[in-house]
């Protein structure tokens, strides 16, 4: 009796959901959350088990996407009612628990049916406190280059609905809620991360290297490191993920069968012991998956059911979901779960396969001698170090572009370079933490764990350090580029010319988070930065491009002049006699000039070193960029005759034009007000 195709269809897909029955429910919860175009997702979800009469299924899928409707309609009319708030009366009193500790701030949770938000300010209390606050709303810059630290993106990512600076705080006690618990833990992470790392050691990379590996602290790890590892492409092994409670799952099970436990016992110490640890390290999206996905494998086998990777997988970024919608914006959340996905694919199809070096495909395996069945599992274990390596990155690939818009070509050869390296070194470090005060035994211990840690920066280091190691999404700007930066609270930074020279990168912590992403993923390589007194992050920028020249225009007392690729740029310092005070010429005046075409860079200078320029200065000048001088500052008016058309853009702190400057034949533009990044060509025809 023949079978129509697609009634054959249709069982195959009803037995491949049977299977895996929270794989719908989990689609369509994805969908809602998406919004938009992918609402065809939860329709499908609900479509698909109607149509091949999965009623439970079905059902399930509505119970799922109602829950996150009603999860995400609270959530939204608790920040709606916020928004009201502050609005309204400017300043607002809120009562709740310290849910997590932030480097400038931290996030507080008011509690159920509650919303959480951002604290900036003095905020010197611990993870677990209850407080009462009176905040304010304070603004979040919103930057225009993609692959920048988006403040408003993060919050997005963390469910939080505002970012609040704290007037006035009060502490109330400690609360007796689930914040409780993870401060506790966070203080036992503290104390093994003492043990790791003894006062007067905060600065060997090694022993930070290994308080993020072995116990996910990453407080105290320097941006040095961090480049290392997040060039290297490796920047996962850097915090506690899957794959390390993975490894302490297997170390775990290892012992236990040493010790011959039974096996209710050890899976009941197993999943005990990882639970621990996954509370201590804090609860990472990545190390949850791992641990529900675990956990849920061996409830499975003891009561002897069938176990489906799918349906667990399913089930933890279900159970993650519906509890927290937002993770969905996360990228530890997206590549967690893709991740994993593109490892099982690539371990099923490799399974399939016969050993690359085995021997006679048609002789039995029970006739391998002892050297073949070596051979055999050294092949498989090669081709799985290759074939998981290889699945992980191009998985990650277009998450890694969607997210952090870098492609780093080398990571899947770093992961397989480090793969046997890492269980040794977390293993180590985390017998350093537990057995460090033991005389003798600590001290070997630790040395084996530094001595690891050494090699396994070396390895990174060694691929993060090839050529087009870590490169941006984006193509290399012309040389005729010039970029306007907002930098936040009336900073900006100017790039003229690709390679050109930089102009005004802030302090240490703006360039780390603002400047250096916004030149690097913006396209540009820059070829010297002029600097000033306000300038610390020149050092930053000279870290990330280590060829670039650093000139201090502070004690120039002649125009000097540079030559790139991008054309001739001269520097002119104040005349002799006029004040250099903070207040008062912080920033030189820059002339970039190629073939007839010049761009004019004033910046604060105040109007007696712009009147000392030389009238040659003007000739083909169709830019001017014009900040505000305290003291004396630049009458806007004469600019516009001299420009004579082209456009004249304003600094955050550059007076308002009046009408008469903007009836001129000048196009006039402002950073900060209009767009957060301006940029433009030295040719007008460009433009």
């Given amino acids: 009796m023949d079978v129509h195709p697609l009634d054959s269809l249709s069982m195959a897909l009803r037995r491949w959901f049977i299977g895996a029955p929270l794989l719908l429910p989990l689609v369509g919860v994805v969908g809602y959350l998406l919004g938009g175009q992918w609402c065809c997702l939860m329709l499908a979800a609900m479509v698909v088990p109607h149509l091949l009469r ?68 003095d905020t010197p209390w611990r993870t677990g406190d209850r407080v009462m606050v009176t905040v304010v709303e304070q603004n979040t810059n919103h930057l225009g280059v993609e692959g920048m630290f988006d403040n408003e993106a993060w919050m997005a990512s963390q469910g939080l609905a505002a970012n609040l600076r704290v007037l006035r705080g009060e502490y109330l006690g400690r609360s007796c809620s689930w914040h409780t618990v993870m401060g506790f833990a966070e ?35 320097e941006q040095d490191t961090l480049n290392v590892f997040k060039r290297g492409g490796c920047l996962h092994a850097f915090a506690v993920s899957g794959l390390h409670v993975g490894i302490v799952a297997g170390f775990l099970y290892a012992l236990a069968y040493i010790f011959r436990l039974r096996s209710r016992t050890r ?47 399913s089930f933890a970024a279900l159970s993650l979901l519906l509890v927290c919608p937002w993770q969905l914006k996360n990228a530890g959340f997206v590549l967690s779960f893709a991740v994993y996905a593109g490892i099982a694919l690539g371990v099923r199809c490799c399974m399939k396969e016969s050993p690359w070096f085995a021997p006679d495909a048609y002789l039995p395996v029970r006739l391998y001698s002892r050297w073949q069945m070596y051979v055999c599992r050294m092949d498989y274990a090669l081709r799985g170090c290759i074939v998981v390596s290889l699945s992980a990155w191009l998985v990650s690939l277009p998450i890694t572009l969607a997210f952090f818009h870098t492609i780093t070509p080398y990571s ?27 005389p003798y035994l600590g001290a070997g211990i630790q040395w084996c764990a530094l001595q690891g840690s050494t090699l396994l920066i070396g390895v990174t280091n060694f691929f993060g350090g090839l050529p087009w190691s870590y490169i941006p999404a ?88 540079l030559s790139t690729a991008a054309g001739e740029f001269t520097v002119f310092p104040p ?61 806007v008016a004469p600019l516009m005759r001299k420009l004579n058309g082209g456009k004249c853009i304003l600094l955050p702190h550059a007076p308002q034009p009046t009408l008469q400057d903007r009836q001129a034949d000048v196009e006039l533009l402002r950073v900060g007000e209009e767009k957060a990044v301006l940029n433009f060509t030295l040719h007008p025809s460009g433009n």
């Fill in 54 to 121: 999965l009623r439970r299924i079905f059902f399930c899928v509505l119970l799922c996407v109602g829950i996150a409707w009603v999860h995400e309609s609270l959530q939204q009319r608790n920040n709606d009612w916020l928004r009201e708030q502050l609005e309204a009366q400017g300043n607002l009193v809120l009562v709740g628990d310290v849910e997590r500790k932030l480097s400038k701030g931290c996030i507080l949770d008011t509690g159920f049916n509650g919303v959480r938000v951002v604290l900036r300010g």
């Fill in 187 to 221: 203080s036992v992470r503290q104390h093994l991360t003492r043990a790791l790392m003894p006062a007067g050691t905060e600065d060997d990379p090694r022993r930070q290297v290994l308080c993020a590996l072995a116990l996910g602290d990453k407080s105290l790890a």
């Fill in 267 to 313: 899976s009941v110490l197993v999943l005990t012991v990882v639970g621990a640890y996954v509370l201590v390290t804090g609860l990472a999206v990545p190390a949850m998956r791992a641990y529900f996905m675990i956990a849920l494998a061996v409830l499975g086998l003891e009561l002897r059911r069938r176990v489906s990777l799918l349906n667990i997988w």
């Fill in 412 to 438: 899947y050869l770093t992961n397989i370079a480090i793969t046997p390296i890492l269980p040794w070194v977390m293993g180590l470090g985390l017998l350093a933490s537990v057995l460090g005060w033991v």
């Fill in 474 to 561: 984006v193509a290399p700007q012309p040389e005729q580029a010039a970029m306007v930066c907002d930098l936040g609270y009336g900073e900006t930074m100017t790039v003229l010319g690709n390679p050109g020279v930089v102009i005004g990168c802030g302090s240490t912590g703006t360039a780390r988070f603002s400047s250096e992403p916004a030149l690097f993923f913006s396209g540009y390589s820059p070829a010297a930065v002029l600097t000033t007194k306000q300038d610390s992050g020149s050092a930053v920028l000279k870290k990330t491009w280590p060829h670039i020249r650093l000139i201090s225009t502070q004690k120039m007392a002649k125009s000097m002049s």
């Fill in 575 to 635: 005349p002799q006699g006029i004040s250099k005070s903070v207040r008062n010429n912080t920033q030189p005046v820059v002339l970039w000039k190629k073939e007839k075409h010049a761009v004019l860079y004033i910046g604060n200078a105040d109007a007696l070193t712009v009147e000392a320029l030389p009238e040659s200065v003007w000739e083909g000048v169709s830019v001017v960029i014009l900040g505000y001088n305290v003291d004396l500052p630049v009458d």
